[in-house]
C-alpha cells in the first residue's frame, strides 16, 4: 500500500512544480476563447480611404460577436481580378452578427498581435492575424487605434472610430 501513496505524492509534487513554469511561460498570452480583447471592441472602418484598390469596409466588434460589412464581391472582380484572396473577409457573411474571440500577445502597452476566429454558418474559421497599434497624435490631440490585417499579402488597416464624447443632445431653447 505504500508504493501506491508515494507514487501519488510523487505525481502530486511534480505537478505542483511543474505548474508555475507553465504559468510564466505563457505569460501574456490570453488563451480565452469567448470574447474579443478589450481594445478591439468598438467599430473599427478602413483607414486609407484613398486605397488604391477602393475596397472599404468596417467591423464592429462587441464582447463576443463581429459584424463585417462592405468588403462587397463585387470589389473583388473589379479591383482585384487576379487575387481574389486579397478581398478582406471575403469567406465571412455580411451585415450580420457573427460569433467570435481572440488569442493574443500583448507586446507592450500599445501593441498587441494575435488571432481573431470568427464562427460562421456553425464553422469556425482558421485564426486571422492581427497587429493592433495605438498611439497619441498630438496634430489632432487624440489616441489613435489602428488594426492591421495580412489578406494574402495585401494590408488591411483599419482605425477605430471614436464617438464624439462632446455630444449635446440637450434642447438649448428654452420658454421663458
Not at 488569442?103 to 464553422?123: A, F
Request: net charge negative; proline share 5%.
Amino acid at each position: 500500500m505504500e508504493k501506491p501513496i508515494k507514487c501519488l505524492t510523487f505525481k502530486l509534487l511534480t505537478a505542483v512544480l511543474v505548474l508555475p513554469l507553465f504559468l510564466a511561460a505563457c505569460d501574456g498570452v490570453s488563451t480565452s476563447t469567448d470574447s474579443f480583447t478589450y481594445q478591439l471592441q468598438g467599430t473599427w472602418e478602413t483607414n486609407d480611404s484613398g486605397d488604391k484598390l477602393g475596397i472599404q469596409g468596417k467591423l464592429e466588434i462587441s464582447f463576443n460577436i463581429i459584424t463585417i460589412s462592405g468588403y462587397d464581391e463585387y470589389q473583388i472582380f473589379y479591383n482585384i481580378p487576379n487575387t481574389p484572396n486579397q478581398l478582406p473577409f471575403r469567406d465571412f457573411d455580411k451585415g450580420v452578427p457573427l460569433k467570435g474571440y481572440s488569442e493574443d500577445t500583448k507586446e507592450s502597452s500599445d501593441v498587441i498581435t494575435g488571432h481573431i476566429y470568427i464562427e460562421d454558418m456553425g464553422l469556425l474559421h482558421p485564426g486571422i492575424p492581427f497587429r493592433y497599434h495605438s498611439s497619441y497624435d498630438s496634430s489632432i490631440g487624440e489616441r489613435v487605434e489602428l488594426l492591421r490585417f495580412n489578406f494574402d499579402g495585401r494590408n488591411e488597416t483599419l482605425r477605430k472610430v471614436v464617438e464624439n464624447k462632446n455630444l449635446n443632445t440637450e434642447d438649448k431653447d428654452t420658454e421663458l
